[in-house]
């Protein structure tokens, strides 16, 4: 169910995510208008190259040795949604569906690079049947993948609701307040500053996470071993508020099945310390870590009077995600053939001239 991807320099995450809810973004986290970041919003259609020149971008900014984070699609995890660079407070992101950006301050904070003016419209125009029912056969797959995502968590909900009357809080609060006072001290009497970003999504390879970035950022890493997610969600839960109360800015990873209300990892790049929820969907591949297992948070006598009920429903939330990823698997395939029309219908050439020199004009 897990594909391992490793990222390069770096650090790779998610802004978009198949969830229960359907597609959940959050876009919003690419750039801060009232702090005077600029993003450049990416139009033009399936195929026309917005992955390509995002690449092209990263690649640059690393050439020059700046830190930037590549934001990867969820969709097509082999290609990019967004790219940011903080130290220019510059962002580039592709501003189609499902992730559709429209400026708000145009000119001052958004800039919009329209890839269809090398589009031969005429050409797409003759394939227009083929086009149109490609494009609906393509969210009907991903309306189905939202439908299992939905039976999943349902049953999630029913694993959820046994492993937290399962939990020794007392023990758990215990030992959450040693690893507070021995991992996160005191910074300042400032808040730090939150993030948000998904270091996994569920896409056409399956549960897909970034373990790269996790070493890329964090050489303290902290692995919680826990299949039921109810103790180290809790745990997760208040050492964020801890990291945050004591001034260090934290980068939240919220879990896909319920990404409103879980989170599943937390990152303080500040104290190079990585709190990282290891269960069967993503066990930890790496010997450099300190592990905590769960498990004896738990009452065993409790775990033990719902084992067959547990086993159903592991079962069944395994074969519906297995069945969610072969509805993105067929998305990803008839949106392949959708690309192939615009593929052809675009002038590269005179693309990439043009790209040479905003991209130049981009990075400085």
Not at 290 to 311: G, I, M, P
Request: glycine fraction near 4%.
């Amino acid at each position: 169910m897990s594909e391992k991807l490793l990222s390069g320099t770096s650090p790779s995450f998610f802004l978009g995510a198949n969830t229960p809810k359907g597609f959940y973004s959050l876009f919003s986290e690419l750039y801060s208008p009232e702090d005077g970041w600029v993003l450049y919003i990416i139009k033009g259609g399936p195929g026309t190259g917005k992955s390509s020149f995002m690449k092209r971008v990263a690649a640059a900014a690393e050439k020059k040795g700046l830190y930037c984070e590549r934001i990867y699609c969820s969709s097509d995890p082999d290609s990019l949604d967004a790219v940011i660079i903080p130290s220019l407070k510059v962002s580039i992101a592709d501003g189609t569906a499902p992730h559709v950006i429209e400026p708000k301050y145009p000119g001052v904070s958004e800039v919009i690079i329209d890839l269809g003016q090398y589009r031969n419209d005429a050409l797409l125009r003759e394939r227009r049947s083929e086009i149109i029912s490609k494009t609906k056969e393509t969210s009907a797959e991903h309306k189905k993948c939202v439908d299992f995502l939905e039976a999943a968590r349902g049953v999630d909900n029913d694993i959820r609701k046994i492993a937290i009357s399962a939990v020794n809080t007392h023990k758990t609060e215990r030992f959450l307040r040693q690893l507070e006072s021995k991992e996160i001290p005191v910074s300042s009497e400032k808040d730090g500053r939150m993030q948000k970003r998904f270091l996994s999504a569920l896409t056409p390879k399956g549960l897909t996470l970034f373990y790269d970035t996790v070493c890329t950022l964090c050489e303290n890493i902290w692995v919680l071993e826990d299949d039921f997610s109810a103790v180290s969600s809790l745990l997760l839960k208040y050492l964020t508020a801890t990291a945050l109360n004591n001034g260090h800015d934290c980068i939240v990873c919220p879990c896909v099945m319920r990404p409103d209300t879980k989170i599943e990892h937390l990152l303080i790049p500040s104290l190079g310390t990585a709190f990282f929820t290891a269960n069967r969907f993503h066990p930890w591949e790496n010997d450099k870590c300190r592990t905590v297992n769960c498990r004896r948070f738990y009452s065993e006598e409790t775990l033990k009077a719902h084992r067959a009920r547990l086993l159903f429903d592991k079962k069944a939330k395994d074969e519906l995600l297995t069945e969610a990823v072969s509805h993105l698997e067929k998305a990803k395939s008839i949106h392949d053939e959708l690309e192939k029309y615009y593929i052809e219908a675009m002038n590269f050439e005179k693309m990439n001239k043009d790209a040479d020199v905003l991209i130049n004009k981009i990075i400085g």
